[in-house]
Structure formats: structure tokens, C-alpha cells
């Protein structure tokens, strides 16, 4: 059966994406001919299947506590594959493709825990990461050779396991004549950096810290909306300098490449410390959604600016960031001499990236292709990654 899949000129793969935000599953089909340099694609279809707040409260809270109740966790795993795999069934349903036809399914998964440092754990040092969805529920339930939890292969060999995106970004936009940054505005935001000409080697990647997860926790908190619509809220306030100061002398703004990091970091307790923050300096409501909303723009630039050596031409945004006006603007006041882009700019919609990244990576897996970039994650080589479930 792989052997056959593999040797195909072209395949009709799924990719399958849930973030940290938790609020659905991002799902792709996409016509994938070749690999590695030679990949050339065609989005046929791309949705996003909503989440019920009950589902997507169970996710954030497991993913929140350091004291998760095992038999929930093991449950959720295994709904979540069911949800990955109807999903996957459903977008095949769209277009009118029968789910058999489907060569392969490429599934991230939830991320429940990320913690890319060493820590000492009984007698070792180690690293560890935990994604949830899982691809054998995802195979079985859909019929469709399915290739999931990537992370784990990088970790394995000294890496941070993240960001994944990299290898994609690498592939698709690299050129010969300009320097360009793939930024990624979800609930993360992470920058892929290409320089003119570049080699696997020269990639450059890492998460630059908060993209909308704390904009939209701050939302959920105050103003009983799941995010805020165009960046109204945080457009109609005002940045308190002294607050976003304070937010931006956090270490893991000053941490140097490869560094990654998610809601274990930028969850419940960074925001508490927003709050608290805000009580300081008398800081109301609106004001504080726009002080946070600063800090995505400006911990971005930030990272451009010290990580990044050489002029950028072109920055290319996707993820869901590109709908928060307030936001995508304080980004091209903060970069005026880079040419701010969309992927969509490229035939890549802004909010379809990341699932598509995982049909591609599926496919590296299944042709035996490197999935991760070693620049980006600090892993001692490239490597193939993910599981593949029949």
C-alpha cells in the first residue's frame, strides 16, 4: 500500500489542523504533485468545521491545568480522532470526491502539552510533547492511510519539536532574488526567515511569543465575544506605554533561536499577569485589549529586528491575524521598509496555511522527505517525521 502511494505522480491529500485557540478543525483537500522542491499544489477546497463551546471549553481547560484527570484526556484523544475523521470525510463530501479516493490524510492533531526544554524527569533529561486526535482513530474511521504526530521525530533527535511550518515555508516561497519572512499570526505567532537563494541550512524559524490567544482570552473575559471582529475594540482604545513596556521585557522575548512556546507560557498565568498590569496602572478595558493587541505587533517586529540579519523585502502573513485590522496595521507601522503581503497573494489563503502545511507534510512523509528543518528547531539533523497509520 505505501509503496504505491508514494510512487504516485499526484495524490489528493487531506491536511488537518486544530490551534491553540481550540475553536475548530481546520481542514484541506488539496492535488499535490511531486515532492520536496519539485511539490506543486492545487487547493481544491478548504473549511473550517467549528467547534461546539462545550468542546472547545473541555480542550482549553485540559490544556490549561497542570493537574489533568487522566480518564478525560484518554477520552478526548479518542474523540477528537473522530472529529479529525469526519472532518476529513466532510470536505471530501464538498467537492464530491468519495473518501476512498482520498490517497492521504495528514493530521497535527490538539496540542495539549508543548514543553520544549530539557527537564530533568527521574533520571534523564527530556523533552516532551503531546498531541492529541489520535491518526490510527483517524485511518480506521475514514478508511484513508493517515500520517500524524510530527513533533515527537524532532524532539527525538534534539529538537524543539517546533515550529513545523518551516519546511513548508521552504519549499513553496522560497526565491532567488529576495529576502522574505512567513509570518504566522494564530494563536502563536511564528516567523519563517528565507533569505535570497537560500538552502535548508540558512532557514531560520521560531515563535516570536502571543499571536490572537491572549487577544482572544482578554475578549472571552471582558467582552463575551470569542475574538475581537476586525480589531474594533482594540482600534476604539488607547496603548498604555508604560504596561506594554513592562510586557515586552519578558525573558522569552530576549531568548535567542530556536525557541518555541504555547499556551503553557502564554496561557492563564501571562494573563493574569495582564490583569494585574492593568490594576497598576488604571488601565481600562478597552485600552488594556489594545496594549495586548500591541504586544503581538510589537514582540513580532521586535523579533525582526534583533533575529533576523538581513533587509527583509517581502513579509507574507496568514493565520487568522490577517482579520484583526488593528492588528495587521501596527504590524506595517512597525516594518515600513518590508513590503507587507498576503499568502493569499501567493494562491495560499491566509487561513487555509497551516492545513495545507500538513497535507505537505504528509506527503514528504510518505516519499521518505525530510519534515523538519534543523535551523528552525535546533535539532541535530533533518530528519523524516510523523506517524503513519494504515
Not at 180 to 200: D, E, Y
Request: aromatic share 6%; with cysteine.
Amino acid at each position: 500500500m505505501l509503496p504505491t502511494i508514494a510512487q504516485k505522480s499526484e495524490k489528493l491529500i487531506i491536511g488537518l489542523m486544530s490551534g491553540t485557540s481550540a475553536d475548530g478543525i481546520d481542514a484541506a483537500l488539496v492535488r499535490v504533485r511531486g515532492h520536496g522542491r519539485q511539490t506543486h499544489l492545487e487547493l481544491l477546497a478548504f473549511r473550517m468545521i467549528p467547534f461546539s463551546k462545550k468542546v472547545s471549553k473541555k480542550i482549553i481547560e485540559i490544556a490549561s491545568s497542570s493537574h489533568v484527570p487522566v480518564d478525560e484526556l484518554v477520552r478526548l484523544n479518542f474523540y477528537l480522532g473522530e472529529a479529525f475523521a469526519e472532518s476529513a470525510q466532510s470536505i471530501a463530501h464538498d467537492v464530491g470526491i468519495p473518501i476512498g479516493q482520498i490517497d492521504l490524510i495528514g493530521s497535527h492533531g490538539q496540542t495539549i502539552r508543548h514543553l520544549p526544554d530539557l527537564h530533568l524527569f527521574l533520571d534523564k533529561k527530556i523533552s516532551a510533547t503531546l498531541q492529541i486526535g489520535d491518526p490510527s482513530v483517524i485511518a480506521k474511521k475514514t478508511g484513508v492511510v493517515t500520517v500524524g504526530d510530527f513533533r515527537p521525530g524532532d524532539m527525538a533527535v534534539g529538537g524543539q519539536g517546533a515550529p513545523l511550518v518551516p519546511i513548508f515555508d521552504f519549499i513553496i516561497f522560497r526565491a532567488e532574488r529576495k529576502n522574505r519572512i512567513l509570518l504566522n499570526i494564530g494563536g502563536i505567532a511564528n516567523i519563517t526567515g528565507l533569505p535570497k537563494g537560500c538552502t535548508i541550512d540558512d532557514v531560520i524559524a521560531f515563535d516570536t511569543g502571543p499571536g490572537n490567544m491572549l487577544i482572544d482570552a482578554y475578549c472571552k473575559n471582558h467582552f463575551s465575544m470569542d475574538f475581537d471582529k476586525n480589531g474594533d475594540i482594540a482600534g476604539s482604545g488607547t496603548i498604555c506605554d508604560e504596561m506594554l513596556r513592562e510586557l515586552l521585557s519578558d525573558k522569552y522575548f530576549r531568548l535567542l533561536p530556536p525557541k518555541s512556546t504555547g499556551r503553557e507560557f502564554f496561557g492563564e498565568k501571562f494573563l493574569h499577569r495582564i490583569e494585574a498590569l492593568a490594576k497598576k496602572y488604571h488601565v481600562n478595558e478597552r485600552d488594556t485589549l489594545a496594549t495586548i493587541t500591541a504586544l503581538t505587533s510589537k514582540s513580532i517586529a521586535q523579533s525582526l529586528k534583533e533575529f533576523i540579519p538581513y533587509h527583509i523585502d517581502e513579509l507574507i502573513v496568514s493565520g487568522g491575524g490577517v482579520e484583526n485590522k488593528t492588528l495587521m496595521q501596527g504590524l506595517k507601522d512597525e516594518v515600513p521598509q518590508s513590503r507587507v503581503l498576503l499568502s493569499d497573494d501567493f494562491g495560499i489563503p491566509a487561513d487555509a496555511k497551516e492545513a495545507i502545511c500538513f497535507a505537505v507534510l504528509a506527503n514528504e512523509t510518505i516519499s521518505g522527505g525530510f519534515g523538519n528543518c534543523p535551523g528552525a528547531t535546533g535539532a541535530e539533523k533533518a530528519t523524516v517525521l510523523g506517524k503513519i497509520c494504515l
